[in-house]
């Protein structure tokens, strides 16, 4: 059975378990959150082994083939051009569609957030460089110091040829591992989309966000349906270019319901393996970068979202030098959001609010009811962005063996 339809199934089953039983009280919802955190963990748990050794031996080949600058350079394009366009979408959205006001009767305590960028710079180069392997945020961490050994073994093949073949081992151990749990989260996802079900359920029927979830809906739509394709289709000359979206259906459907990017991270690797055939030198080097850096989607949602906000408090027209600012803060801080792998998006949003001062400090509040529907659909984007940006990489440095779909996973 394709992995897409044991999600679909798993995710069938967490939508009616939502709507039939009765899982409303609180015993219910501690045991489905104590059951939703597991799904997560377990997700979690291989997440930075794969990375590291992965990157080890992407670093090395790419090394060795002299790919690796080639390979750089149209990875971080794709990152950058793609966090550009998507922002760029998201405001223009907004601006055409004039959603409904939301009601101003959220009050709350101003919450200060702030992305400390020193702290993250400083964070890539802890005490240890072994301290990197416990962080499981933060992927950028355990890149750097995998970098550093890849790029070493690369130098002296002969030399270090024995830690090469055991990484290497390792990598493929660790790929055949992740499989399994790929496969058994289609079974765990049943608890975190019944979660998410109830939590959707309760929005939905207030009716005050229902337009922005539709909105978002469209525009997601648009996104993968057409725009990607459409790239797709003219730089990679590919006359299916549908394929790709039809391999990203497992990883989207599990970024939705887990807001995680790091957790979707290993079913990124393998869909880009066993069925796009990105080779590992290439998807062991681009995945963990557009999880990381790739975050259009957050600063999409967020664009929206901030307009939205400003629209409930006012009914003048914002100024141009306001949407230039919201675009470009937008853009410029979803390239700092790689230590936040869940809830980005709404990190993203405060941070706006309080930067963008005159009285909308605390204003994210009227958003903060609908943050776990917000979360899944900047997560699907940032998803569907690695997914596509990953297979134009492996195109144009011909590092990919391309597969029928009938052989897709």
Known sequence: MKVWIKYLIGIALGVVSALVLPLDGAKSSEVLGFLTQLFINFGRYLVIPIVFSSVIVSICKLRSSKLILKTTIWTFSIIVISSLLLTLVG???ISIVKLPRIPITIDGAPELVNINLKSLILSLFPLSAFDSLTEGSFLLVSFVFAFLIGWECASEESTYRPIFSFVDALSKLFYNIAVFFTEIMSIFIIA???NWTITFRSLLLTGIYTPLIIMLLCTLIFIIGIVYPVIIRYV?????PYKVLFASVAPMLLAFFSTDSNLVLPMNIRHGKESLGIRRRCSGFTYPLFSVFARGGSSLVATICFI???RSYSSL???????MWIFFASFGLSFLLGGIPSGGVFILLTILCEAYGKGFETSFHL????????????TVFDVATAMFGSYIVAVKTKMIEHHTVQHFI
Do not use: G, Q, R, T
Request: aromatic share 10%; glycine share 0%; proline share 6%.
């Open 91 to 93: 405001l223009l959205a």
């Open 192 to 194: 975190a989309v019944c």
């Open 236 to 240: 990679c000359h590919d006359p299916h």
């Open 308 to 310: 939205l906000i400003w």
């Open 317 to 323: 027209n914002m100024a141009f030098a306001d949407v």
């Open 367 to 378: 958003l903060k009811p609908a943050s776990l529907i917000i979360c899944s659909f900047s």
